[in-house]
């Protein structure tokens, strides 16, 4: 998963599940919290403003 959501030339709802996912595991593994979050800050300043918004829900989750 985090391939993919790094993957430049993946399709946007590819690296947008990939991320989804990825919040997901944090719930079951809280140690890749740090980690999922570098991603999300990362692809956070490469996309659309629908897809930040996105970003910014997921981090805000896991800011919980």
């Not at 944090?26 to 980690?35: I, M």
């Amino acid at each position: 998963l985090f391939e993919w959501a790094r993957d430049p030339s993946a399709q946007i709802s590819t690296r947008r599940f990939a991320l989804l996912g990825l919040c997901r595991m944090v719930a079951a593994y809280p140690d890749l919290q740090s980690e999922v979050r570098l991603v999300l800050e990362e692809q956070q300043e490469m996309h659309s403003a629908s897809f930040r918004k996105q970003v910014a829900k997921m981090l805000h989750e896991l800011g919980k």
